[in-house]
C-alpha cells in the first residue's frame, strides 16, 4: 500500500474513533506517534509477567524492578505488571508536576466554599492518605502547602529540600490553616512528608502577620495558654493520626457492628483513635485537648479522588476517616462543616465537588447501572459480598454525615431487593450478601437516616423474613440461635472494660 494510502486510512480511522475530539485531522505524523504509542502500552498490557513473577520471587530468584501507579493517569511505565515494584521517592515529594496540580486544587477547594458560604473557610480539615502520595506524586501534600502559602523548594534530582514562604503581595490571599488526619501508613512511610508539613505551619503560625491575613497564626494565638515555649509547641500542632504502632480510626468497626446509638458515640471513638500529635519533635503524643481546639474552629472537611478504580465506597475506611472527622469537628465547633471531595481523575482538569454530588455520581455511574451491576455478577459470589460491601458502605457515610439522599436508599431497595429476578439470584449465588443489603436498609430506617415509604418498608420487612427461611433452613442441624436481621445495638457506656479503654 502506498504511503499516501496508509495515510489516508490513518485519517479515517482516527476520525472514526476521535470524533470530534479530532481537531487537527492533518497532522499525520502526530498521528503515526500516538499510534505507535497505543500499540506499544497494548503489546505491554498483553505481557503480563504475573505468574512468572510469582514464581520466580518464590524460588528466591531475582525479580526486576519496576515503578508502580494508575495507568489511568498516563503511567504505561508500570507494565509490564509481574516485577518487584517500588512505590515513590519521598523525597520527591510533590514533584513539579503535582505542585502545579495542588495550587489549583487549592484554588478549587477555596472558590467552592467561598460559592456555597460567601467566605474563605479559616480552617481546612483534611484525610491525607499513602495512597495519593503513591498514585499522585503528592497533589495533596502540594495543595495542604500551597493553602499555608508556601511553596517547595526543588534541587537537582527533583528532590524536596524545604520550601520559600510566598510573599502576601504575591499570594493574594490569607493564608488557610490545616488540619490533618493522617493514615498510619503516612506516619510510617513518609515521615520526611510530616515534617515538611509540620514545619511548614510552624513557620507560618510564626509570621509576623495580621491575623485576618494569617489564620493559621490566629488560631495558634487563640490556643496559646501562656507564653512558654511547650505552649507554643502544643498550639502549633495541626498533624494528628493513631497511636504509635496501630492503625485506624474505629468509626468503620462501630457502624459495621452497629455498636453506636448518636452521633457523639462515634466522635468519641473517633476522637479517642485520632487524638495523636505527629511532627517534627512529635512522634505521637497524646494531644487530646489541641485536638480538639482545632477541630472545634474547622470550616469544611475534606478528602480527594485519584481514580475511577476506586471510588469512596469500596472500603469502609473512607467513611470512618473523612465522615468521622466531618462528625467530630461538627459537634465540636457546634455549627455546619462543609464536606468536599477533591478530583484530580483527570490531572489536566482538576476540581472540588461536595461530597453529596460526590457520592450521587458514584452511585449512577456504578450502584445503581444496570452494566455496572451485571458485570458484578459475572464474579458470582464474590461479585454478590462485594455489591453488599458497598451497599454497607454507603449506609457507613449517611451515619457519619447525613449526606446520603433518601432516592439512593429507595433506589438500592428497588434494584438489590424488591427486584425478583435479582432477589433470585442472590438466593442462589449468595443469600448472605443479600441478607446484610437488607438488613443495612431497615436499619437506616429505624435509626432515621432514611425517609422512605412505609409500603416500601414493610416489603423489606417482608423479605427479611424470607431470606431468614433461606438462611435457617441452609445451616442445616447446627445448635444454638440465629442472629438472622436482628440488630443488637451497644456503645461503650454498656461495656465496662471498653468504656475504660475509651477513657
Known amino acids: 500500500m502506498a504511503v499516501q494510502e496508509k495515510q489516508a486510512v490513518l485519517l479515517a480511522l482516527a476520525g472514526k474513533i476521535m470524533g470530534e475530539a479530532l481537531v487537527n485531522a492533518g497532522a499525520v505524523a502526530e498521528l503515526e506517534y500516538w499510534r505507535d504509542k497505543v500499540r506499544a502500552i497494548d503489546a505491554r498490557l498483553t505481557v503480563s509477567l504475573e505468574t512468572e ?12 524492578a519496576g515503578p508502580s501507579g494508575l495507568i489511568t493517569r498516563g503511567r504505561p511505565d508500570i507494565l509490564p505488571t509481574g516485577r518487584n515494584f517500588y512505590s515513590a521517592d519521598p523525597e520527591c515529594i510533590p514533584t513539579r508536576a503535582a505542585w502545579k496540580v495542588g495550587e489549583k486544587l487549592a484554588r478549587a477547594l477555596l472558590d467552592r466554599h467561598r460559592e456555597d458560604t460567601g467566605r474563605l473557610p479559616e480552617n481546612c480539615a483534611m484525610v491525607l492518605w499513602a495512597s495519593d502520595c503513591m498514585w499522585t506524586d503528592g497533589e495533596q501534600v502540594a495543595q495542604i502547602l500551597a493553602l499555608l502559602g508556601v511553596e517547595p523548594n526543588w534541587v537537582a534530582g527533583g528532590k524536596v529540600k524545604g520550601f520559600r514562604i510566598v510573599p502576601p503581595a504575591e499570594l493574594g490571599r490569607p493564608r488557610i490553616d490545616v488540619t490533618l488526619r493522617i493514615s498510619g501508613v503516612i506516619r510510617d512511610c513518609f515521615p520526611g512528608i510530616v515534617d515538611l508539613v509540620d514545619e511548614a505551619v510552624r513557620q507560618v503560625a510564626a509570621l509576623d502577620e495580621p491575623s485576618e491575613q494569617n489564620f493559621v497564626r490566629k488560631h495558634t494565638l487563640e490556643q496559646l495558654t501562656d507564653d512558654s515555649p511547650a505552649a507554643w509547641e502544643q498550639a502549633t500542632a495541626r498533624i494528628f493520626g493513631c497511636k504509635p504502632n496501630t492503625y485506624g480510626v474505629g468509626v468503620d468497626l462501630a457502624v459495621l457492628a452497629s455498636a453506636w446509638k448518636t452521633e457523639q458515640d462515634l466522635a468519641d471513638i473517633f476522637l479517642t483513635w485520632s487524638s495523636y500529635a505527629y511532627g517534627r519533635e512529635r512522634s505521637g503524643q497524646a494531644s487530646p485537648a489541641q485536638f480538639k481546639r482545632q477541630l472545634a474552629s474547622v470550616d469544611l472537611a475534606y478528602n480527594k479522588a485519584a481514580t475511577d478504580e476506586y471510588d469512596a465506597f469500596g472500603c469502609a ?31 489536566g482538569r482538576p476540581g472540588v465537588v461536595s461530597l453529596a454530588e460526590e457520592i450521587e455520581g458514584i452511585i449512577r455511574i456504578k450502584n445503581l447501572n444496570p452494566a455496572w451491576i451485571e458485570g458484578m455478577k459475572q464474579h458470582g459470589y464474590k461479585g454478590a459480598g462485594d455489591m453488599a460491601k458497598r451497599i454497607t458502605n454507603i449506609y457507613g ?20 431487593i424488591l427486584d425478583d429476578a435479582m432477589r433470585k439470584w442472590f438466593e442462589d449465588t449468595n443469600p448472605w450478601a443479600l441478607e446484610e443489603i437488607n438488613r443495612r436498609l431497615l436499619e437506616a430506617a429505624q435509626r432515621g437516616l432514611w425517609q422512605t415509604d412505609p409500603q416500601l418498608l414493610q416489603s423489606l420487612k417482608e423479605t427479611q423474613v424470607e431470606i431468614e427461611g433461606w438462611l435457617e433452613e441452609r445451616l442445616g442441624d447446627v445448635q444454638g440461635e440465629f442472629q438472622g436481621g436482628a440488630v443488637d445495638i451497644f456503645t461503650a457506656d454498656d461495656v465496662p472494660a471498653w468504656k475504660a479503654k475509651m477513657m
Open 53 to 64: 513473577g510469582l514464581f520466580q520471587g518464590l524460588q528466591g530468584g531475582y525479580l526486576p
Open 317 to 347: 475506611c473512607h467513611f470512618a476517616f473523612l465522615g468521622g472527622l466531618t462528625t467530630a469537628a461538627k459537634l465540636l465547633k457546634g455549627g455546619e462543616v462543609k464536606t468536599y471531595y477533591g478530583d484530580t481523575r483527570d490531572p
Open 397 to 416: 457515610w449517611d451515619a457519619t454525615t447525613g449526606e446520603v439522599a433518601d432516592w439512593v436508599f429507595d433506589g438500592l431497595a428497588k434494584t438489590y
